[in-house]
C-alpha cells in the first residue's frame, strides 16, 4: 500500500472522482505520477494531468476549474491548460502539451497506461520506464534527478 500524504491522496480521488464523465485515456504525471509509483520523498506540489482537449474541459468544468490561456512562451504549451485550487494539492490539467525540444515542439504524448489503485478509486500513470524518458525530455535539473531515482527503482 502506498503511504501517500492525506492531501494528496484526498486529491486523487476527487479527479478519480471526475473520471466517470471522461471519454479518452487521462494519465497523472510528473512528481505525482512518480509517488504512485514508489518514489519517496517527493514533495508534489500539484497534480498534473494530461488528457484530450474535450476531457481537459469537462474535467476543468466538472471540479469548478478555470482554463487560463497558454501562450506558449516557456518550455511547455497546451491548446488546453487549466487549474483547479479547491482540492488539498492543486490541479493542473492539460490538453494537445507540447515541450520544446531545441527550436521544435514536441508532442507530449504517453504510450502506456497502468491503473493504480487508491482505495476504491483508480487513476492511471504511465509506466515507470516512460517516465524516465519524459523526465528526461523534459530535461530540467529537478527532473533529470527524479530520472535517476525512477531508474534505481527499475535495477
Known amino acids: 500500500m502506498l503511504d501517500l500524504p492525506t492531501p494528496l491522496t484526498l486529491s486523487l480521488e ?13 494519465w497523472v504525471f510528473g512528481g505525482t505520477a512518480m509517488a504512485l509509483a514508489g518514489l519517496e520523498g517527493l514533495h508534489v506540489p500539484d497534480i498534473d494531468i494530461l488528457t484530450s482537449a474535450r476531457d481537459a474541459r469537462v474535467l476543468l468544468e466538472t471540479l469548478g476549474g478555470e482554463a487560463v490561456p497558454d501562450l506558449g512562451e516557456g518550455v511547455f504549451r497546451s491548446r488546453v491548460f487549466g487549474r483547479i485550487l479547491t482540492t488539498p494539492v ?3 490539467i492539460m490538453a494537445d502539451m507540447d515541450i520544446r ?55
Not at 14 to 26: E, F
Not at 122 to 127: D, E, Q, R
Open 101 to 155: 525540444d531545441g527550436g521544435d515542439w514536441v508532442p507530449v504524448q504517453f504510450h502506456t497506461r497502468l491503473p493504480v489503485s487508491l482505495g476504491d478509486v483508480t487513476v492511471y500513470i504511465p509506466t515507470i520506464e516512460e517516465q524516465i524518458a519524459m523526465a528526461r525530455l523534459f530535461g530540467r535539473p529537478k527532473d533529470l534527478q527524479r530520472a535517476e531515482a525512477l531508474e534505481r527503482l527499475i535495477r
Open 90 to 92: 492543486p490541479l493542473e
Open 14 to 26: 476527487t479527479v478519480a472522482s471526475a473520471a466517470p464523465a471522461l471519454r479518452d485515456p487521462w
